[in-house]
């Protein structure tokens, strides 16, 4: 039985605490929030778990054995580290930390404790995702040409970090997840509207053999997009994931080129053939993450959503920051 | 009576003969393609109308007052200054030229010539595009913040431009129709699959007045896409044209900010109307395009696709053309 | 404080629990279902309630004031028949009896009893009807020409009723509720292909002014589709309930027409407007509707859903059920 | 060289001129309209083509081999048979004829001539019918539950017929091509709002082995919809013909029943799976009509949209209309 501790019950902090309540082989033991009234819900959702305001109380506690740490970015490293000291298990959320120096030490440290850090990639849960990569796994898109992500409405503004830091690692630890190559350099623009924050950003991701990824994130769109494109060389694929049944359409779509002796003599022949909208399995990814956090700790093994990966995302947008503030200057990664 | 010739009937000129075909006060006098076969279809559409397949026919003919240069981007420039040379009006297919100078060079001799130019944004005469021009000089939309245009499909490859050439000009030169503001800094990144040319790239204009632009283009996308977000203070704007009857929709949404002392007092309020989808004049832009080519000769004004406007779009494209081959490097215009 | 009993906790009686759960005013004292699955469930949900499998529990407590009766339909006569017996109030979910007959003892029973019922057509509560209803009266539609409404989705096949009864207790619900002209005739054709019962009907409904409804259901459609037409004088409007934010959408459309002295002389001229998506409410119409069955108990006011608006549905239900077991026949109302 | 002769150059007729043009084999001979305007038009777009507003120069000159009749319904009787008398081939618009009588005297006219009659049903001719048929016949649907097709849009008002007779010959014949079962009886309601012709019609066709077709046809509605659900035992269909690129998708979903002692112990499992959009042909299909027009009078073969084809439509709507004008009385075919 894995004794989970939950700190931040604010947005995203009751869904979580949902998938781990009732979770055979978990026990949901303590709460905490800051906030009186979220710390109300909190125990009207679950009236047999403690609450609590202080975070060392779920820290420190000998009864504790998993720590999901829900809070925002700039309090993760602090929480997740004095969790890790403790001998504590640890489930971040995204993204992992605000630094990739503060990544690397949490890595670090959860290697010295043989203890275990996931870090709350929820979307690579989604049935979507999993079918997505299971599909490039078996070469059904062949040579991979480009990804192009475009996530954008209206809000949630965050007071404490841009529109890149908020949404782009969605698209980053997915592009992460299906993308084999190594991403090479980082170009980001964007622009602040209201505040000091970015609410609008663009950004580029070369990678090292001509695959290219793009991501579109924005807090000012009137209409909510959740739309990536994935090129390749046999099939070409679209995820809607505001779709409500057909979010992955796989398309016999493509280019055939025979190159002749010169570049006038190019023959493109254009493929286009059926479309295919697999069957995605409908399970709620909070839920199946949930299962694999408290299986991982269970049958001591490496999750792939480990702190690994959410340094190879926070090391991402680290980059994009800079080159943000630099107006586009490229990065190297 | 303006009596016009039109080198090159390949993909678009045939558009262009059926819309001077038949206009009053003009008279379609000649058709000119090197293709046989391209001639042949011409004279089958046109029977009443010379064929030939060498351009000095109609850049000399004392029959011709105007000729309309509708040949890859490459040629545009010998053919136009030929035609001007011999006291012709032009009307040039977009995009104007291959280089700046050569724009500069052709606006310049008609300017001593007495001779209009015209370049072929046929975009600003679709009723979608006056109507969000209207839209915006009316200050519906309050202080832009964005711009945002997604324009992909599977082909058409070129032979001779990558796609930024061959799609961004639309967009750029509705942009610039639409945008007050003066562009202060291009970052293009892309990259090309299947041979030299970039058949992906994406495109991010700074303007000064804290006014984003960003353009998304690609030769490889399986589902064809052509939407322009344009968020404002006041209201934000969805154009897609590929709605038969709601091509755009102004949305009563956006956000309210009151600061406090410091960013942590920030106040958002999201608001969220009603929307409204006005009714677009449904006239083909390239017919109006064709009237106004004509009465501007007539009425010797200058369009306001001229020359200059021509020319403000070449400047962009060179840029990020620029900006590209160095992936991403800012270039200011 | 009403104190309510819930009895029925299958697939509609949560969401009931959940809304009366915690309402100012009301308490939600017991909840009774034969399954000790649901049971279960429900004692999870609500642990301080207390359940029972016992519906006489419920309907004899000297400790209820109301009782909601969330059972299948052939139950709902016997069970609110009781209720009222005890002297409780009753919410009944739709539709209200599987008899005309049924229907009027249990008004006239209420009526003896000074109690009141009130029928459960949630969908009255949602923001989309609630503007519809605001729309025509106040004339924006015009003379009303027609209600047209596809209510189509694989499953859910209940055992004891058709798709008649199932799905188009919804729209007759609307429908009474936005026409004020009384229905006539109701013809309805179906067929059934698994079982005795019909899984897709097809019904129409003459009124007495010019006004026609049909309806469309079907349990056997491999995609969901919840749209209604309304075509007026002035303008016309489709209400998809399946969009996320724009599901009212009003239309500067219609049609004039000027008789001359014989049909072969009438003009008829088109118009075509602007769109509209006017902002609709969001909030959760069960609780709405929950809010609104307490506040009438308190204030011994009349709901506008009472047992006289259920028994309409139930006449029309009853009238289309004969029309289509005769294939059609037409069955006055 | 089959010459082919047109009579009727309104809103259809340029289409079949422009579609006979140069086609192999084919020559188009003479147009004929009352309208000196159309005839304007036809000599302008086929200057080479004789011109006529006498119906009778077409239906008599020797130089015809074929007419079109491509004129209003109540015409094409007595200009189909004086075709047929002066020993033409006859292409007739559809639908076929005002009655049943009258489609009958042309077939057997038809057979006593050894002439060919087709009926003018493109729909079979798209690329989405032949594909659906193909489905059919494979048997990837499994035996058909239903068919049921919203065909609805603002206008065209015709002055001579009301809207079933004006846009169900399209569901008619397409329907007629699809279903092998035999119509059995036909229910229709409507209303007119406007003038004497209903302007909403909704028809029921109950077919011998418990297939259903349901036909809803509108000419006041403010959005267009063409769209057909097809439910079959092992597959189901939607074709959206108004979709650009999928307009016909296959989805693998259903219903498993198996049948226990009484009705409560059915067991029902949903089955829900891929969703398949098979390429659609893009000819024209007025092209590869007119071409199979030609193929046939060669070949001396009969079409399969011969008269009898035309027929059949036709007493499906002479029963449609006795039904609508008894308010929904069954009539059996």
Known sequence: MIRVGIIGYGYWGPGIA?????????????????SPESLRRAKQAHPAVTVTCDANEVLTSPNIDAVAVITPVWTHFELAKTALQNGKHVLVEKPFTSTVAQAEELIELAAQKHLMIMVDHTFL????????????????????????STRVNLGLFQHD?????????????????????????????????????EDVAYLTI?????????????????VKVRTTL???????????DLEADEKVKVYDKGVDIKGGENVYDLLVSYRSGDMWAPKIEQAEALRVEARYFIDCIEKQETPFNDGAAGLRV????????RSLKERGKAISV
Chains 1, 2, 3, 4 share one sequence.
């Open 206 to 222: 070369y990678f090292g053999n001509s695959v290219i990824a793009h991501i579109n994130v924005n807090w000012l769109s009137p």
């Open 18 to 34: 949902r998938n781990f309540h009732g979770l055979p082989g978990c026990e949901l033991s303590m709460i905490c929030d800051k």
């Open 161 to 197: 970090v841009n529109v890149l830091w908020d949404l782009a690692p969605h698209d980053l630890s997915i592009m992460d997840h299906l993308i084999s190559a190594k991403p090479d350099v980082v170009i980001a623009t964007g622009q602040s509207h209201l505040n000091c924050h």
């Open 314 to 321: 926070v090391k991402l947008l680290e980059a994009a920051e």
């Open 125 to 148: 849960f989604t049935g979507a995702v999993k079918k997505i990569r299971q599909l490039i796994e078996a070469d059904a898109l062949g040579k991979l040409y480009y990804y192009d």
């Open 230 to 240: 994935l090129g390749g060389e046999k099939k070409m694929l679209v995820w809607n």
